[in-house]
T-cell receptor, first 112, second 114 residues
């Protein structure tokens, strides 16, 4: 079992819809969680971070964390074709240092 | 320039050769992490450097080694290259004291081993 699991997709949604991306993690010691967006042929870009149970909103993006269920999600509202990318979920154990462990990503396609 | 800079962007090497990849961290960041990303997979942690010392290592053999310099820039060295080393190598900088803020990645080095 991988430490961070994501649905590989591809996930396809129409423009304007809500895209829901899910991630589970196995290390209960994980403290911080991150969502990165990676366009094809490019490097990952941090879009959201979350450390406390509940929701965190930033513009069209909402990250949700449930530590009891070891579950992290990312909602993208009013999806745009420019949101088409691979979304990587990452978990970090140590809040001050150490590695982030990444899932293999979910590829999202937003169709006009 | 305040972003993370990696060089070279692309590299082709022959099996058995050695390679050095370079990274300049973002201004204000003192920690550099290196990741290997194979096609269709997530980044895999190679190692991290803080204050010129290795601060954690992933499941990579000793032929993967690194350095961090006083200006926080870093090098990744790979000896005895194997075909499976072909991948995108990502440098990520972060602030040790603010690790909650996640990484800033460089644009990566695409290594092809033939």
């Amino acid at each position: 079992q991988k430490e961070v699991e994501q649905n590989s997709g591809p996930l396809s949604v129409p423009e304007g819809a809500i895209a829901s991306l899910n991630c589970t993690y196995s290390d209960r010691g994980s403290q911080s969680f991150f969502w990165y967006r990676q366009y094809s042929g490019k490097s990952p870009e941090l879009i959201m971070s979350i450390y406390s149970n509940g929701d965190k909103e930033d513009g069209r993006f909402t990250a949700q964390l449930n530590k009891a269920s070891q579950y992290v999600s990312l909602l993208i509202r009013d999806s745009q074709p420019s949101d088409s990318a691979t979304y990587l979920c990452a978990a970090k154990r140590d809040t001050n240092a150490g590695k982030s462990t990444f899932g293999d990503g979910t590829t999202l396609t937003v169709k006009p | 320039e305040t972003g993370v800079t990696q060089s070279p962007t692309h590299l082709i090497k022959t099996r058995g050769q050695q390679v050095t990849l370079r990274c300049s961290s973002q201004s204000g960041h003192n920690t550099v992490s290196w990741y290997q990303q194979a096609l269709g997979q997530g980044p895999q942690f190679i190692f991290q450097y803080y204050r010129e010392e290795e601060n954690g290592r992933g499941n990579f053999p000793p032929r993967f080694s690194g350095l961090q310099f006083p200006n926080y820039s870093s090098e990744l060295n790979v000896n005895a290259l194997e075909l499976d080393d072909s991948a995108l190598y990502l440098c990520a900088s972060s602030s040790y004291q603010g690790a909650n803020y996640g990484y800033t990645f460089g644009s990566g080095t695409r290594l092809t081993v033939v």
